[in-house]
């Protein structure tokens, strides 16, 4: 949806485009969780990742990503839109896809992959947090920006793994 150079324009947006965005964002992010947590559920139950705490890492994870789901979801009522059901339905499937080639298809992509993802995700949470801040819905920008520090330090220690299994 946006990308670094266009963080200027934010100043420039009114405050209907922006509220428009906002609420694309936030229906973006609530399906792209579900997506995250079927792709966690399927890695923490893959064969190829070792050790009980491995596993519960993984899974505490998922539960954050449930969490920032819920959280946008309550979020979404406030600002008065729905998840698109379309939307929905893509991220679903490829999250459940994603977790299902976890369950077989080894360990490091899917680790290095998830790191990945989370890193893009930082970025997107640093626009919602604008968002809300230029939308009046001054509550909800800490919270945005507490959910892209998460994901930092998430995908941090997942980009890492890779790195010191090998």
Request: hydrophobic content about 45%.
């Amino acid at each position: 949806m946006f990308k670094p150079d266009d963080l200027s324009q934010f100043p420039n947006f009114s405050s209907e485009a922006a509220l428009k965005l906002f609420k694309r964002s936030l229906q973006d992010a609530h399906a792209g969780e579900l997506a995250a947590a079927y792709a966690y559920t399927g890695h923490g139950l893959s064969l190829f990742v070792q050790g009980k705490k491995e596993k519960q890492e993984i899974l505490k994870i998922r539960d954050e990503e449930l969490h920032h789901r819920m959280r946008i979801r309550e979020m979404m009522i406030e600002v008065g839109t729905t998840p698109r059901g379309t939307r929905e339905l893509l991220m679903g499937v490829l999250g459940l896809s994603i977790g299902f080639l976890c369950l077989f298809g080894g360990w490091f992509i899917p680790m290095y992959g998830a790191g990945r993802l989370e890193s893009s995700n930082i970025f997107e949470y640093e626009v919602a947090a604008r968002l809300a801040y230029l939308c009046g819905f001054f509550e909800f920008v800490n919270e945005f920006i507490e959910f892209g520090e998460l994901e930092w330090i998430t995908s941090s220690i997942l980009e890492k793994k890779p790195a010191v299994t090998f």
